[in-house]
């Protein structure tokens, strides 16, 4: 009996940690679109983060939950365009492994300066969905790929490096615009965060091995040629003279 075969996620054109995080999204999502204005309302209480919700109701987990709700339709086609598109080139670069933690720590982030700054502004401002991931993600490209030639729908020929700058104006321009603030400080957080997990000079995981390093330095004894760790002793020149 001949073997099932095995199903490869690369025939997708998406990698497994990629599709895993927009399927959270997507479903959550669109569950949410489909309820009724009280129902919808009720969900955003125990999902979305807010800094009456963290800081006045205690709702912490809400800062998890934020990331995948995105109300908006538009911005959720835009998110799986940019996780089919440059995500799963970060994914295979990284691993799965390393990708979850890059997806968690920009998430957290985001969303913890997002509510804090609405929280000293007196602003109930929600932050919510993967957008400060996703921005995150582009940073990160920009960097890792920054002389690699990118050709958006084979029309705009472009570095990565290029790319990066030119999807960061357009979204100062659009911050400022719509003079969305908040959600503009989570994102801006996590753009900071991936650029410095990123960093050859200042990525978290080299400044934890320069630091075990340092650490085993200091804990390391210099021995004397010819004395100290030989089976014999030194012999005492002085014991024997005259």
């Known amino acids: 009996m001949s073997q099932r075969p095995r199903f490869e996620f690369r025939r997708l054109g998406i990698t497994k940690g990629a599709l895993t995080i927009l399927a959270l999204e997507v479903g959550l999502s669109l569950v949410y679109m489909m309820l009724e204005p009280a129902m919808k309302a009720d969900l955003q209480t125990y999902v ?3 800094p009456s919700q963290v ?14 709700l995105q109300p908006s339709f538009f911005q959720l086609l835009l998110h799986g365009f940019m996780m089919f598109l440059f995500v799963p080139t970060l994914e295979r670069f990284w691993g799965t492994a390393r990708f979850y933690r890059f997806v968690a720590a920009t998430s957290i982030i985001g969303v913890l300066v997002g509510i804090g700054v609405g929280q000293l502004a007196g602003v ?100 004397q040629g010819g004395q100290a760790g030989t089976s014999k002793p030194k012999r005492d020149e002085q014991k024997w003279l005259n």
């Open 124 to 223: 109930d401002a929600p932050i919510l969905s993967l957008s400060p991931f996703v921005w995150a993600t582009m940073v990160a490209y920009g960097i890792i790929y920054a002389r690699q030639p990118v050709q958006i729908f084979g029309v705009l020929p472009m570095t990565g490096r290029q790319m990066m700058i030119g999807f960061l104006a357009f979204l100062t321009l659009s911050t400022v615009l719509q003079k969305d603030w908040y959600q503009g400080a989570a994102l801006a957080a996590a753009m900071v965060t991936a650029a410095i997990m990123v960093s050859k000079k200042w990525s978290p995981g080299l400044l934890l091995k320069r630091w075990k390093i340092a650490r085993a330095k200091r804990k390391l004894t210099v021995l």
């Open 55 to 68: 800081f006045e109701h205690g709702r912490v987990w809400t800062i998890l939950t934020t990331s995948f």
């Open 48 to 50: 979305v983060a807010s």
